[in-house]
């Protein structure tokens, strides 16, 4: 296998610093060209002169003397997008976190990269986009998303109309089982102790909302393009099973590992080669039994309201994404409780109008007036609950 020369983007975050690992480790089929931070200058200095990538890109504007020499640095808004497109990589990990990186993978895909794929709040965003810029330029996406990864491996033991069913796994995050009423009382604290996975702050609180599962139907529905009818979700709290794909004979394929990061990243580069990898192998015999539960959809109003997101089409799962986006930070800062999330997604969705959105401008300016509605609800809720206290 050649190396190949390899980007990433988010390096700070949970994705970015596994993927520097999963490179480091592989120095005979991988070699780092370049990573891009937003605004995590000590660590991006320190991982530069730990691995030492040739360019280094960063949203916000830092003394670079701290550098080893010789780097190229790419300072200011948009470095993540100039980095994406550079010549020289071959793979693009983007692991940026929310909307913000679906301006980067389009770079990537317009430059006919591979992109292995961590976010998903892009593909919920941009599909119309995508699907015109893979049409028309030659990169790929390749899953990162541990249920997608799962999903696409599964799926390569059959033909598409052989397919009765895509089951994504959740774990359920920590509150699963919590009856409703105690929900509201959740702290940001509490919400950001995720059972499985050690993850970004977003995406940790989404576990425990369960918008993370509701944004992976969509995101599944657009990578496999399936329908909402054949995506189900089942809740597996030991993270074992990455997810299933039934057959319409019914076999049922599944995917599973212990669940470590790494390996998604690590295929998404190498595939369709598999090479070793520093994750342990699974003893399913040393497991705790492994469990399935139904999730009730009418207690999880996130699944609910991204199945009915997903099939009413267009701009739909894009408000869904950001007024979530919008509203977890309301809730990390205090502003709104745990179940007003739901409330200030669900009043979003209600306010808006479904369009066909195709280019990055229309979905960006979307983008901002779906977060504009959320924030005027989240305002309405932070006032209640000031007059209840
Ligand atoms: P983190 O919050 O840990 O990291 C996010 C990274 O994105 C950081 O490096 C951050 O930079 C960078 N970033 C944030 N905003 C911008 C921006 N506007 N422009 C450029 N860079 C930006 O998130 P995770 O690593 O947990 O998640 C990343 C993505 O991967 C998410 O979409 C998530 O849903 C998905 N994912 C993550 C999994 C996980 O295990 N963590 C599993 C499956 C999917 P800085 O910190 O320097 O500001
Ligand atoms: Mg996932």
């Known amino acids: 296998m050649m190396i190949k020369q390899i980007s990433v983007l988010g390096c700070t975050g949970s994705i970015g610093r596994q993927s ?14 370049g990573i891009a931070a937003r605004s995590g200058i000590d660590t991006l200095i320190e991982q530069t002169n730990r691995f030492r990538p040739r360019v280094v890109a960063c949203e916000t504007a830092f003394d670079t003397t701290l550098l080893p020499e010789g780097t190229e640095v790419i300072l200011g808004a948009g470095a993540t997008s100039k980095l994406a497109a550079m010549q020289e990589a071959d793979v693009v990990v983007n692991g940026v976190s929310g909307f913000s990186a679906l301006a980067p993978l389009i770079e990537s895909l317009k430059a006919g990269k591979r992109v292995a794929l961590a976010n998903k709040e892009s593909i919920v965003c941009g599909k119309r986009l995508i699907d015109h810029v893979l049409a028309e330029y030659s990169g790929e996406i390749l899953p990162v998303d541990s249920e997608q990864s799962a999903i696409f491996q599964c799926l390569q033991n059959g033909k598409k109309k052989e397919v009765d069913r895509l089951i994504l796994t959740a774990s359920g995050g920590p509150f699963w089982r919590m009856p409703r009423e105690e929900l509201n009382s959740i702290t940001p604290e509490q919400a950001l102790a995720h059972p499985t996975w050690n993850m970004g702050k977003k995406i940790t609180i989404d576990s425990a909302t369960l918008f993370n599962k509701g944004l992976e139907v969509i995101e599944a529905a657009y990578l496999f393009d399936l329908p909402a009818e054949q995506i189900d979700v089942v809740i597996h709290p030991q993270s074992i099973v990455h997810s299933m794909v039934s057959y319409r004979d019914g076999t049922c394929m599944a995917n599973m590992s212990k669940p470590d990061m790494r390996l998604p990243i690590q295929y998404a580069i190498t595939y369709p080669e598999r090479i070793a990898s520093s994750c342990a192998q699974l003893s399913l015999y040393q497991e705790q039994p492994l469990t399935f539960h139904k999730p009730d959809l009418e207690r999880f109003l996130s699944l609910k309201m ?22 977890v930070e309301a809730f990390c800062s205090g502003t709104i409780g745990f179940l007003d999330i739901e409330r200030v997604v669900d009043y979003t969705l209600n306010q808006h109008t479904p369009k066909a959105l195709d280019t990055l401008e229309e979905i960006m300016q979307e983008d901002r007036l779906a977060r504009e509605v959320a924030t005027q609800m989240v305002e309405r809720v932070s006032q209640e609950r000031r007059n209840r206290y």
């Open 306 to 327: 991204a199945y009915e997101a997903l099939k009413a089409g267009l701009s739909c799962p894009l408000v869904y994404n950001g007024a979530n986006e919008a509203a």
């Open 20 to 33: 520097l690992d999963v490179i480091a480790s592989h120095p005979e089929e991988m070699a780092l060209f």
